[in-house]
């Protein structure tokens, strides 16, 4: 309930901010303007075009910031592994429950994550990483697409 209302009045205050240039420690995405400090879920539900999550990625992986995203449903679950793999991979699991941001927006967002730990890790972080993480199944295809065609 507190999660909701929050949202609606970061929704509505954000609605009224329309652009600002960065020197004021603002981002511009999508003609709207999200103070720097907002958390990443709450920028991927404001976000228009969802092609502006991988700039939010990059800017968390920078920031040192990194967020794998899942969706857990009404009753989220949390697996006794997670607390390693988030130490051993320096990222952290945010679960939306059942308010998550738009599908693209998520997936575009999990996609660049994926292609950073690949880069920082090798694929030993895939067999380590939950199942149920967000288009985790699907980043695998497009990977094997992408080797295929080569």
């Given at each position: 309930?507190?999660?909701?209302v929050f949202?609606?009045?970061?929704?509505?205050?954000?609605?009224?901010?329309?652009?600002?240039?960065?020197?004021?420690?603002?981002?511009?995405?999508?003609?709207i303007?999200?103070?720097?400090?907002?958390?990443?879920?709450?920028?991927?539900?404001?976000?228009?075009?969802?092609?502006?999550?991988?700039?939010?990625?990059?800017?968390?992986?920078?920031?040192?910031?990194?967020?794998v995203l899942?969706?857990?449903?009404?009753?989220?679950?949390?697996?006794?592994?997670?607390?390693?793999?988030?130490?051993?991979?320096?990222?952290?699991?945010?679960?939306?429950?059942?308010?998550?941001?738009?599908?693209?927006?998520?997936?575009?967002?999990?996609?660049?994550i994926?292609?950073?730990?690949?880069d920082?890790y090798?694929?030993k972080?895939?067999?380590?990483?939950?199942?149920?993480?967000?288009?985790?199944?699907?980043?695998?295809?497009?990977?094997?697409?992408?080797?295929?065609?080569?």
């Amino acid at each position: 309930m507190k999660r909701t209302v929050f949202l609606i009045l970061l929704g509505l205050s954000l609605s009224n901010i329309y652009s600002q240039n960065q020197s004021n420690g603002l981002a511009e995405i999508d003609s709207i303007v999200i103070n720097s400090d907002t958390p990443t879920n709450s920028k991927l539900l404001f976000l228009q075009n969802c092609e502006s999550a991988k700039t939010v990625a990059i800017n968390d992986i920078r920031d040192n910031k990194v967020k794998v995203l899942i969706v857990g449903g009404i009753g989220p679950i949390e697996y006794t592994t997670d607390e390693y793999f988030e130490d051993k991979y320096q990222i952290v699991f945010y679960d939306y429950g059942d308010l998550p941001a738009k599908y693209d927006c998520m997936k575009y967002y999990n996609f660049e994550i994926f292609e950073y730990l690949t880069d920082q890790y090798g694929k030993k972080w895939r067999k380590e990483i939950r199942k149920d993480v967000f288009a985790l199944k699907e980043w695998k295809k497009t990977k094997r697409k992408k080797q295929k065609s080569r």
